[in-house]
């Protein structure tokens, strides 16, 4: 069996990829960042940088288990987006002005706070999810967390810098996760631009534009002018219709914690990302060892909502904790199973964490919910 790959395992450690590569290689294993790798090389490199390895089976963990959809009964749903790019190349000034500009007809008052995650209709009607979550370690620690949350990501190169070492690394953890990616090179308003040599480094990266004969699309943009910006969501949505997005809004929710935090005036408030069904008021949810009824939803412009379909965020009250950031949520029947499984789930953390303080659970992803 073989379990992570070489960018996932480092992320799980916290060394770069290129360290870990390195102490392949001295232990005699040449592998590439998207190799995954087997049971005992993982042993092996894990000792190497002073982890112990535990393998921990499906059931073990609690996993909540589901059926699968009919075919029939899904619908299109709205991509989710991330923007990932070097400090500086303009992630913010982007995300920014995709909201001010796309914000529906009667919905006033814009997006009043943020919650790490929220949704924008465009002006061609179509909706878009974007996730805004700071920098891309929390991306990074999802996805160590076997959590795909995103769609589509745009990759944003200042075109008067180079491709960075951290954009290097979001375009490898895309990769490995079978992200398609949109490249938006921005800062075409500054003297200094050059877009082209953003084009050539990213083809000394194998990553060959369309404008160069390549298949990934590209973009110049000036996301403080608003210069391209339009273009650029046309063809991630054109990228979204390749994906074929679909969901269930007809059966109850699941979906992946945001992010949570502990609120003085309303308890622990979490932002969560619905991936299939509907999450209501009054809903039971279970998220890693944390539980309770949906006491209110609000989305993005606080406003109170009462259901929250397919790839729409929203601020749910009501859990009696804080999961982390990318854990999975369900939907459970009853009081009981819910309090049950998360029991169980703070017994077993509890003993995994008296055997050792340094170690990799590594689970079989594959099932894994
Ligand atoms: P982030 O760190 O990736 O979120 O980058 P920001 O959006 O905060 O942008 C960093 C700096 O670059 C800010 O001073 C922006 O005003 C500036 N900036 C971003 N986009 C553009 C652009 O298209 N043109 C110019 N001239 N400046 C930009
Ligand atoms: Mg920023």
């Not at 308890?267 to 279970?286: A, E, F, H, Q, R």
């Amino acid at each position: 069996t073989e379990f992570v790959t070489v960018s996932e395992l480092a992320t799980m450690m916290d060394v770069s990829v290129n360290q870990l590569i390195g102490t392949l290689m001295s232990i005699g294993v040449m592998a590439s960042i998207n190799q995954r790798l087997d049971a005992e090389t993982i042993n092996l490199v894990a000792d190497e940088f002073g982890f112990q390895t535990e393998y921990v089976s499906a059931e073990v963990q609690e996993a909540v288990s589901e059926e699968e959809d009919d075919e029939s009964d899904l619908v299109p749903r709205a991509p989710i987006v991330t923007v990932m790019g070097h400090v500086d190349h303009g992630k913010t000034s982007l995300l920014d002005h995709i909201r001010n500009t796309n914000v529906i007809a009667g919905e006033a008052g814009g997006i009043t706070q943020h919650i790490g995650a929220y949704s924008v209709t465009m002006k061609n009607g179509r909706k878009v999810t974007f996730l805004d979550t700071p920098g891309h370690e929390a991306f990074t620690a999802m996805r160590a967390r076997g959590a795909q949350v995103t769609d589509i990501a745009i990759i944003i190169v200042a075109a008067d810098d180079s491709v960075m070492p951290t954009t290097k690394e979001a375009i490898a953890h895309c990769q490995a996760a079978g992200v398609p990616m949109v490249f938006a090179i921005n800062k075409i308003d500054k003297p200094g631009a050059n877009p082209d040599r953003i084009r050539e480094d990213l083809a000394n990266m194998n990553l060959l534009v369309e404008e160069w004969g390549g298949k990934y699309q590209c973009q110049e943009i000036s996301a403080k002018k608003g210069i391209g910006v339009d273009d650029l969501m046309e063809k991630v949505l054109l990228e979204a219709d390749m994906l074929d997005l679909k969901a269930n809004p007809n059966r109850k929710a699941s979906g992946t914690i945001i992010e949570s935090s502990l609120d003085k005036g309303r308890g622990y408030v979490s932002t969560v990302l619905v991936s299939n069904g509907t999450l209501k008021v009054g809903d039971i949810v279970l998220a890693g060892t944390s539980w309770g009824r949906v006491k209110a939803m609000f989305n993005e412009r606080n406003q109170r909502i009462d259901n929250v379909g397919p790839a729409e965020p929203a601020i749910v009250l009501g859990l009696n904790g804080a999961p982390t950031a990318g854990d999975a949520f369900h939907v459970i029947d009853t009081d009981q199973e819910a309090r049950e499984i998360a029991n169980k789930r703070e017994q077993l953390q509890r003993e995994q964490g008296l055997r050792t303080q340094k170690r990799l659970t590594l689970g079989d992803i594959s099932h894994r919910i």
